[in-house]
């Protein structure tokens, strides 16, 4: 099971970034994947889930209206939008699978590596 986020980078507040998660091993109809961030100093914290099956989609508070989740199972990659950044949307960008649970922002069984996001003029 891997999963690879990438698509991170400088952006000016205001603009936009689309973030995306590659996944292999396991079949994107059976795990929801989730979007997490870790800004320098704070715990990591949920951004985002799309669920298996129906496709739904959860944010948090502080990036709705401002992110899309979506995913393309042929492709087997989950993607972000990220528009009218902030400078405290700069963070590292996890994606994360889960098989089950109730809850969107835990219960999370495999991890992939962060994606930097920098926004700042």
């Known amino acids: 099971v891997q999963l690879q986020a990438s698509g991170g980078g400088l952006v000016q507040p205001g603009g936009s970034l689309g973030l995306s998660c590659a996944t292999s091993?396991?079949?994107?109809?059976?795990?929801?994947i989730g979007w997490f961030r870790q800004a320098p100093g704070k715990e990591r914290e949920p951004v985002s889930c799309?669920?298996?099956?129906?496709?739904?989609?959860n944010y948090a508070d502080s990036v709705k209206g401002r992110c899309t989740i979506s995913r393309d199972n042929a492709k087997k990659t989950v993607y972000l939008q990220m528009n009218s950044l902030k400078p405290e949307d700069t963070a590292v960008y996890y994606c994360?699978?889960?098989?089950?649970?109730?809850?969107?922002?835990?219960?999370?069984?495999?991890w992939g590596q962060g994606t930097l996001v920098t926004v700042s003029s």
């Open positions: 091993g396991f079949s994107l109809d059976y795990y929801a």
């Open positions: 799309i669920s298996a099956g129906d496709s739904t989609t």
């Open positions: 994360a699978a889960k098989s089950g649970g109730s809850d969107w922002r835990y219960e999370y069984d495999y």
